[in-house]
């Protein structure tokens, strides 16, 4: 079997990936981004009407297929309100907490296509003005945006353009560090992202024949619930997500293996599908753990709850203070990129 991409190749285009906002909702120029990758390329390609990416590898089974998928949406804001002052109050994309955007850059992407920079703030932030600062709550009323344009009123703010139902993108301030770290917002799930197109592009540049006709969804509405619930075809079997293996106090995960969920807040993953990818985890000496994910959906579970009768499941790269400050290490992305690669040329198993 011919090696998978270099690690430092799949880093390099996490580095692209994150640095295109793509709040769910807002997904267009992430997505063109995943076509242009494998443009000339002449893969089976088509975007569905949420704005998804959808490319499908034939197999030597064809009655049998298999989904991959990955997201490229990620937390962001909108604008709620204008302010009096000129600041913009913000409404959350997806399921964060403000205190991990506190003091975070960001962009305001107007409708007209115009981009302004900014700051993510509590409006008591000065201690020589605030005697709460600490303390005040960091919430919907407090937290806001200071825009780095001349504007002290609600009507110099509109006539920079920017209106309310504007997105507004955080800074991912990505960084690699010599230790092998990466260290970035969205990492959730761009890191999952780049190995899935990487996997696509070299099943197809090594012309490897994959056992049955595979899907492969880079999905564009996780964070909000929706990605991958539709676009599964009738003949699908496994449906696999690959998705961050979430870490913390009492979780198995970590920043250097590839993470297996066992059940997330939806319930169990399939227990057969299961037992497979550690099982290929073994056979092909891939550094895994098993874990339960407390607070976690994934697209898999979205199609599951939506109504597909299909085997489901989760692998991802751990990621470390995800929907925060994220990082993760090269070497979750190496045994994450392996057991993808002996997956999709694994036999389906059904039980
Ligand atoms: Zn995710």
């Not at 494998?38 to 009655?63: H, Q, V, Y």
């Not at 260290?183 to 959730?188: N, P, T, Y």
């Not at 929706?226 to 961050?244: F, I, K, R, W």
């Amino acid at each position: 079997m011919s090696e998978f991409p270099q690690v430092k190749d799949t880093i390099q285009l996490i580095k692209e990936l994150v640095s295109i906002p793509s709040p769910s909702g807002n997904t267009r120029r992430v997505i063109d981004f995943c076509e242009q990758y494998f443009s000339g390329l002449n893969l089976e390609m088509k975007r569905n009407r949420k704005g998804g990416l959808l490319i499908t590898i034939p197999g030597e089974n064809a009655d049998k297929h298999r989904m991959l998928t990955a997201h490229v949406d990620t937390l962001g804001a909108m604008v709620k309100e204008i302010k009096s002052n000129g600041r913009l109050k913000l409404t959350m994309i997806g399921g964060f907490r403000w205190n991990s955007v506190e003091g975070e850059y960001c962009k305001i992407e107007t409708d007209s296509g115009r981009t302004y920079t900014g700051t993510i703030l509590m409006k008591q932030t000065s201690v020589h003005v605030y005697k709460d600062a600490g303390e005040a709550k960091r919430n919907e009323q407090n937290i806001e945006v200071r825009i780095d344009e001349i504007t002290n009123s609600e009507e110099e703010t509109r006539k920079l353009g920017i209106n309310v139902g504007d997105f507004v993108s955080f800074d991912p301030r990505v960084e690699i560090t010599t230790s092998g770290f990466i260290k970035s917002r969205h990492l959730d799930d761009k890191a999952s992202t780049a190995i899935l197109l990487q996997l696509i592009k070299h099943i197809h540049s090594k012309k490897i024949k994959l056992p049955y006709t595979t899907h492969f969804l880079i999905s564009n509405n996780e964070e909000i619930g929706y990605g991958g619930n539709a676009n599964v075809s009738p003949e699908t079997v496994e449906y696999l997500a690959v998705d961050m293996g979430a870490l913390g106090e009492g979780q198995a995960s970590d920043e250097y293996t590839v993470s297996i969920c066992a059940k997330d807040s939806s319930g169990p993953y399939h227990y057969g599908l299961r037992k497979h990818l550690v099982q290929l985890a073994k056979d092909n000496n891939i550094d895994y753990k098993v874990d339960i994910y407390p607070y976690y959906g994934s697209d898999a579970s979205a199609a599951i709850k939506a109504g597909h009768d299909i085997v489901h499941g989760l692998v991802g790269p751990g990621i470390e203070s995800s929907h925060a400050f994220e990082r993760t290490h090269e070497s979750s992305l190496i045994n994450t990129q392996k057991l993808l690669l002996a997956y999709v040329l694994s036999p389906i198993t059904e039980i």
